[in-house]
């Protein structure tokens, strides 16, 4: 007869199990990643703040009556927060900040247009920032996905093709006794060729699309070479690069932000490119080494020459706000120019991948049928 339990084994047992349970729980109660505000969420923040602020509305006020009736829960959430924040006597980009849910740049800015006691023009100036790198965001999507959605779905007609249809016409020929030849027998070879690399190749293209997505480096490493190949590429890229940088230093040195610091900031707006420690380099050399800015950008770094020139003119006529504008714009034309002609140039290469796939699904479906009617007509006399 056995003995039951000691109180001290049922404790310990009692303890082992809420201390599993509590380990496998434990990972379902994480906190999720916070995740930052779309652009148009923030677009549409930031011109109803600078609007009420420019109704001599104070920050608080303005953060409450916007979050009044505000359908995004999560929004509201922050937002109150931001002015529980402040009214407790925390700054406004210290209180944005504390969020999770602003980049650096935002909150950069923020404290620029705070500092400079021009917190209504910050707001307005983000929103105006915030849009146009919307609206490139989606001309370059729009130049690249769809033309890329309906590649695959080509691409997927051709391997039906190939691997349902074709092997069909191959059967019925074997069947009454013809023997491929010419065109025919190519299509049947390249259907052959098809059915065995059609996993490897799909399984290959869906890994690598998900390591692109995941893998930071890896993109930077593929839009490095690509831009390295293409030039058109390149230009655009390093247009809206380049217009970023100068509409961020142009809004922090206009609200009264010294130059060092403007550069610095705006680092962040190019964050994950090469323009990020040359930047911060340049302000360093420029606050600590006494070199003129356009004699810095020069050299430490590899914006354009075009920019260095026109600072160096703003230095020496004391019209540096001016040139900024005027540099800012200037890329602007220039990225759209760029954009659309990349969107032209993307459309004529979709039209060709797709003209080729769909003669090749053509070609090796339908031509082996054609040419299977006066095979099988010989076979039968």
């Given amino acids: 007869m056995t003995s039951p339990a000691t109180p001290t084994a049922t404790s310990t047992a009692a303890f082992q199990f809420h201390g599993a349970k509590k380990s496998l729980v434990a990972p379902l109660s994480q906190p999720r990643k916070i995740r930052p505000f779309s652009k148009m969420v923030l677009v549409d923040l930031f011109r109803g703040l600078s609007s009420m602020l420019r109704a001599q509305i104070n920050t608080a006020d303005a953060l409450k009556y916007y979050s009044n009736g505000l359908p995004n829960k999560m929004l509201v959430e922050s937002l109150l927060r931001i002015r529980e924040d402040i009214s407790n006597g925390l700054n406004v980009h210290e209180a944005f900040r504390r969020t999770g849910r602003f980049s650096d740049t935002v909150v950069g800015l923020i404290q620029a247009g705070s500092d400079a006691g021009q917190l209504h023009q910050a707001f307005g100036s983000l929103a105006l920032r915030l849009k146009s790198e919307l609206y490139f965001s989606k001309q370059l999507k729009r130049a690249t996905i769809t033309p890329c959605v309906i590649i695959c779905v080509l691409l997927g007609a051709f391997i039906t093709s190939q691997v349902k249809i074709v092997p069909q016409v191959e059967q019925m020929m074997g069947g009454v006794g013809a023997k491929a030849d010419g065109m025919t027998a190519?299509?049947?070879k390249?259907?052959?060729?098809?059915?065995?690399?059609w996993p490897v190749v799909v399984i290959s293209l869906i890994a690598a699309a998900i390591t692109i997505a995941r893998s930071a480096h890896v993109r930077s490493l593929i839009l490095g070479l690509a831009m390295a190949r293409w030039r058109l590429l390149r230009l655009l890229i390093m247009s809206l690069r380049q217009l970023?940088?100068?509409?961020?230093?142009?809004?922090?040195h206009s609200n009264g932000i010294n130059l060092a610091k403007s550069i610095r900031v705006s680092a962040n707006s190019v964050r994950?490119?090469?323009f990020y420690d040359e930047l911060r380099n340049a302000a360093d050399k420029y606050e600590h080494s006494g070199v003129p800015l356009s004699t810095a950008f020069a050299k430490y770094t590899s914006?354009?020459?075009?920019?260095?020139?026109m600072l160096s003119i703003g230095e020496k006529s004391a019209s540096l706000?001016?040139?900024?504008t005027m540099l800012t714009e200037m890329y602007e034309e220039d990225a759209d120019n760029h954009m659309v002609t990349f969107a032209a140039v993307v459309s004529f290469l979709v039209l060709i991948i797709a003209v080729s796939l769909i003669a090749a699904v053509f070609i090796g479906t339908f031509l082996p049928i054609f040419l299977m009617g006066p095979k099988m007509m010989q076979s039968g006399i």
């Fill in 303 to 309: 914006v354009d020459s075009q920019i260095t020139h």
């Fill in 186 to 188: 190519i299509s049947f």
């Fill in 244 to 252: 970023t940088f100068l509409s961020t230093i142009k809004l922090l």
């Fill in 190 to 197: 390249v259907s052959h060729f098809t059915q065995a690399v």
């Fill in 321 to 324: 706000d001016s040139q900024l």
């Fill in 272 to 274: 994950n490119t090469p």
